[in-house]
């Protein structure tokens, strides 16, 4: 069971768009439609803002979504804002009730 | 609202064993869900560790298995996590969470503990 990979990081100007990918393997992101993403502030606990692939959680932006194609998940920061500056990890369900997380992005707004 | 609190010594010795303790408050967990632990080294990330339920049908990282136990105690409305025979790779912030089951997220999180293992 290996870490999902993820780009270290990931930068863009306020407004703009940006995606970062999360890589698997057929036997956990290619077989189940259960990603999620959790957005992590310095010196703060994860926060989930996608699950489901695509789900967004009550009280979420709507800059937040998600998608998948083949092994590869993504999440999308749309309109690109100052606090969303902050790691990002996904998280795909790999069978037998087990989880494996990605090796994380940060991400940095110029 | 669901609150989770980690709890446990911040410093354990080589070889020995990390024993940590997640308290619940806002929800029962008799009544569902599945309860799990994950951990993230200093400027790393994430590891999940395990999950359980209340029944307390447990499952583990393949990878750390050989060295993890989680139990629950319904009475005290809390989960623990054993890590045996630590070594300096098992230095993390620890996080225990609440885990939806089927669709396996985690939507609470504790704020975490910090462990240092060093003699």
């Known amino acids: 069971q290996s870490a999902l990979t993820q780009p270290a990081s990931v930068s863009g100007s306020p407004g703009q768009s940006i995606t970062i990918s999360c890589t698997g393997t057929?036997?956990?992101?290619?077989?189940?439609?259960?990603v999620s993403w959790y957005q992590q502030h310095p010196g703060k606990a994860p926060k989930l803002i996608i699950y489901?692939?695509?789900e967004r959680p009550s009280g979420v932006s709507n800059r937040f979504s998600g998608s998948k194609s083949g092994n590869t998940a993504s999440l999308t920061i749309s309109g690109l804002q100052a606090e969303d500056e902050a790691d990002y990890y996904c998280c795909s369900y790999a069978g037998s009730s087990t989880l494996v997380f990605g090796t994380g992005t940060t991400v940095t707004v110029l | 609202q669901v609150q989770l609190q980690e709890s446990g010594p911040g410093l354990v010795k080589p070889s020995e064993t990390l024993s940590l303790t997640c308290a619940v408050s806002?929800?029962?967990?008799?009544?569902?869900?599945?309860w799990g632990w994950i951990r993230q080294p200093p400027g790393k990330g994430l590891e999940w560790i395990g999950s359980?339920?209340?029944?307390?049908?447990?499952y583990y990282n393949p990878s750390l298995k050989s060295r993890v136990t989680i139990s629950v105690d319904t009475s005290k409305n809390q989960f623990s996590l054993k890590v045996s025979s630590v070594t300096a790779a098992d230095t993390a912030v620890y996080y225990c969470?609440?885990?939806?089951?089927?669709?396996?997220?985690?939507?609470?999180w504790g704020q975490g503990t910090p462990v240092t293992v060093s003699s």
């Open positions: 359980i339920y209340h029944s307390g049908s447990t």
């Open positions: 969470a609440r885990l939806v089951y089927a669709i396996y997220y985690f939507d609470y």
């Open positions: 489901e692939g695509t």
């Open positions: 057929s036997s956990d992101v290619g077989s189940y439609n259960l």
């Open positions: 806002g929800y029962s967990i008799s009544s569902g869900y599945y």
